[in-house]
């Protein structure tokens, strides 16, 4: 769905006004917003989702264990798995490509022919966006800036 498209133009009055007036000071305000979130992105490509929701678990999880162990090595070890999760599905989804085609033309200054496989996929919207905010996340419950949340939803 595309910000100028008729379906958008449909589907942001209903979640303002399911929002504002259905969901107003209500526990499903959050529900609401995580699903419209979601089906905004997977309306698209629902494949994407798995994408959003593996980032959503991974640092869900990661900030409950960096917030509940008792050593510093635990809560790091926890910090940098979300990292290198993250980070891989950004990289390989942003920029694999990118260095698979550099390294072909590289070695082709050489008279080195690669046959590099590429992905044939049209970068996910938004993916830096939520990669970053996925990490600092877990990086200000490691640093005790924030506590984990608790509650998968929000």
């Known amino acids: 769905m595309q910000f100028n498209s008729l379906e958008y133009v449909l589907f942001l ?6 929002y504002w007036f259905v969901f107003r000071r209500n526990k499903w305000q959050n529900v609401l917003l995580l699903a419209a979130s979601y089906f905004f992105y997977g309306y698209w490509n629902w494949r ?3 994408l959003i929701c593996t980032t959503t678990v991974v640092s869900y999880v990661c900030g409950l264990i960096i917030e509940r162990s008792p050593t510093v090595r635990q809560k790091k070890i926890a910090n940098v798995v979300n990292i290198v ?7 390989t ?7 698979a085609e550099s390294l072909q033309d590289l070695f082709a200054v050489f008279g080195i022919t690669l046959d590099w496989p590429t992905l044939n996929i049209v970068l996910t919207v938004g993916i830096s966006f939520y990669t970053f905010q996925a990490l600092s996340y877990t990086i200000d419950v490691y640093k005790e800036k924030i506590r984990a949340s608790h509650n998968l939803i929000t």
Request: net charge positive; no cysteine; charged share 5%.
């Open 13 to 18: 009055p209903i979640v303002f006004l399911l």
């Open 85 to 91: 999760v993250n980070l891989a599905i950004l990289g």
């Open 93 to 99: 989804f942003k920029y694999y490509n990118f260095f």
């Open 48 to 50: 994407f989702l798995i």
